[in-house]
C-alpha cells in the first residue's frame, strides 16, 4: 500500500485502539472498581455528559479536542457522521441550562477532504482553522488530506481548503491539530509523506488574495529529529514553536523539539529531548503545556515503570539543556492507561488529563497533585463507564471558569459519542 495513503493515517491515530472498544464488562472490571478505592478515586468532582452525538447527519466518533469563544460555545469535530458519512465540524451553544448542537459543515470525501481529526482551532476573527486525514487531492488512495478554513458571515459558514496534500515533499494525513499566530500563519505537522517519508512540520502564510502560500519547515528524518509528528497541537511561545513527535529519536520512543526563526526566513529544528523507552515515557501523541517558569508537561502513551504510559515534566537548566522526569506511571488494576491527550493545569496548579483506557475499561479523568519532596500524587476524579456515560477519551480537556470540557470517540446515549463538562 502506497505510504501516502490515509488507510496508514487512520491506523496511527485511531485503528491501534478500536478493537478495544468492543470488550464486553468482565468481572475483572468489578474487581477493578474495589480496587480504585486504595488509589484515591474521588466523590466530590461532578461530571456530566452536556451533548450526546446521533451518529448520522449528527455526527460520531468525537475524536477531537475542543475550542471555546468569548460567549462560551466550544468548536470540535466528528471523523465520522455527517450528511456524507465523512464527518464534520459542530458548534455547542449554550443555551440557559442545555445545550444546543449545530453541524457547521459536513465533509464530502471529495476536494474539501474527509476524516477531521483532533478539532478545530480560532483565530481573534472567529474563523476555524483544522485538518482533515483524507480527501484533497494527491496520489493517496482515497486523497492526501486538506488544511481547512471555515469562515462565519452572517452565521452561514464557508469552508475553503487552503491547503490540499499531494503526498510528496509536503507531507500526506494531516491529523495534528494546527497553530494560528497573531499574523494569521498557520502551522501543523503530518505523520507521513516529506522528503524522507516520515512526516513533516508546515506553514501557511495568507496573502492578500485570501490565498496561502505553503512552506515546509521541517522534514522529520526518523534519525535524532524523530519522525511521525504528532497529534497534539503545537505551542507557539516568545515566537517559537514546540511540538511532539511519536517516533524516531536517539531511542526510537519519540522526541520533544523546538523550532525558532531565523533572520533569512528559515526555521532551524532542536530536539529538546529524545524518550529512551521504559521506564521513561514512549510515544508521546498530545500537545505540550508549559507552566510559568518554562517547564514543559506532556504524557506518553506506553513507557512508564509498568509501561502503559507516562506523565511527565521537561525542565530548563542554564545550560541550555532539558532534565526530564517521570512524574507518574500508570499502573495495572483499575488505574487509567494509555494518555494520548494534553495536560491542564487548574487555578492551584494541579494537573488533569485523560487516559484512553483503563479504569472501568473506557477511560478515566485523572489529577496529579503535588506532593512531598517534588512527589505527585495520582487520583481518579472520574472513571468513565460508557452509554449513557461518555467512554474512551482520545483528547484532552479545556479549561474555562474552573470547569472542564472534553470529547470522547463513543458513550453517550447512542454510543456515538459524547460532550462532557467535568467540574473538579
Given amino acids: 500500500m502506497n505510504t501516502c495513503c490515509h488507510q496508514n493515517i487512520a491506523s496511527i491515530f485511531s485503528d491501534l485502539h478500536r478493537w478495544r472498544f468492543y470488550h464486553p464488562a468482565t468481572v475483572l472490571s468489578l474487581f477493578a472498581a474495589v480496587l480504585l478505592l486504595g488509589i484515591g478515586a474521588t466523590k466530590a468532582s461532578t461530571t456530566e455528559v452536556i451533548y450526546s452525538l446521533a451518529g448520522d447527519e449528527d455526527g460520531e466518533y468525537a475524536d477531537t479536542d475542543l475550542a471555546i469563544d468569548g460567549v462560551g460555545n466550544l468548536y470540535g469535530s466528528t471523523v465520522l457522521g455527517g450528511d456524507f458519512g465523512s464527518g464534520t465540524v459542530w458548534q455547542l451553544a449554550p443555551s440557559g441550562n442545555s445545550w444546543t448542537h ?38 493517496c488512495e482515497g486523497g492526501c488530506g486538506v488544511v481547512y478554513k471555515l469562515t462565519n458571515s452572517g452565521g ?34 503530518t505523520p507521513t509523506g516529506g522528503a524522507f517519508g516520515l512526516g513533516t ?22 534519525g535524532a529529529d524523530g519522525s511521525s509528528g504528532s497529534a497534539g497541537k503545537m505551542v507557539l511561545r516568545n515566537g517559537n514553536l514546540y511540538g511532539a513527535a511519536t517516533t524516531g529519536g536517539a531511542f526510537a520512543s519519540g522526541i520533544v523539539f523546538e523550532l525558532s526563526p531565523t533572520q533569512v526566513g528559515e526555521w532551524d529544528f532542536k530536539t529538546l529531548y529524545s524518550f529512551r523507552g521504559q521506564p521513561d515515557g ?15 508537561f506532556g504524557t506518553t502513551y506506553y513507557g512508564g515503570v509498568n509501561g502503559i504510559g507516562a506523565v511527565y515534566q521537561l525542565a530548563p537548566t542554564p545550560t541550555d539543556e532539558w532534565r526530564e522526569r517521570v512524574l507518574y506511571s500508570f499502573a495495572e488494576g483499575g488505574d487509567g492507561n494509555s494518555p494520548i491527550s494534553h495536560l491542564n493545569f487548574d487555578s492551584v496548579g ?8 483503563g479504569g472501568l475499561g473506557s477511560g478515566t479523568i485523572f489529577k496529579l497533585t503535588r506532593g512531598p ?13 460508557g452509554p449513557p456515560d461518555a ?34
Fill in 350 to 357: 494541579n494537573l488533569y488529563g485523560t487516559t484512553s483506557e
Fill in 201 to 222: 512540520i508546515y506553514q501557511l502564510h495568507p496573502g492578500a488574495n485570501g490565498n496561502y502560500t505553503f512552506k515546509v519547515i521541517h522534514s522529520f528524518t526518523g
Fill in 102 to 139: 449545530t453541524v457547521l459543515y459536513s465533509f464530502t470525501s471529495g476536494p474539501d477532504g474527509s476524516e477531521p481529526y483532533k478539532g478545530v482551532t480560532l483565530d481573534a476573527q472567529g474563523n476555524l482553522y483544522g485538518t482533515a486525514v483524507a480527501g484533497g487531492s494527491g496520489s
Fill in 282 to 296: 514512549v510515544f508521546p501523541y498530545g500537545a505540550l503545556l508549559f507552566d510559568r517558569a518554562g517547564n514543559i
Fill in 391 to 424: 467512554a474512551f477519551p482520545y483528547s484532552g480537556m479545556i479549561n474555562r471558569a474552573g470547569s472542564f470540557y472534553g470529547a470522547t470517540t463513543h458513550g453517550g446515549d447512542n454510543d456515538d459519542g459524547a460532550i462532557y463538562k467535568f467540574t473538579p
Fill in 156 to 189: 452561514t459558514w464557508t469552508q475553503t481548503v487552503i491547503h490540499a496534500f499531494t503526498g510528496g515533499d509536503d507531507g500526506s494525513g494531516p491529523g495534528a491539530r494546527v497553530t494560528v499566530d497573531p499574523h494569521g500563519n498557520v502551522y501543523g505537522m
Fill in 373 to 385: 519532596n517534588g512527589s505527585w500524587v495520582e487520583s481518579l476524579p472520574h472513571l468513565f463507564q
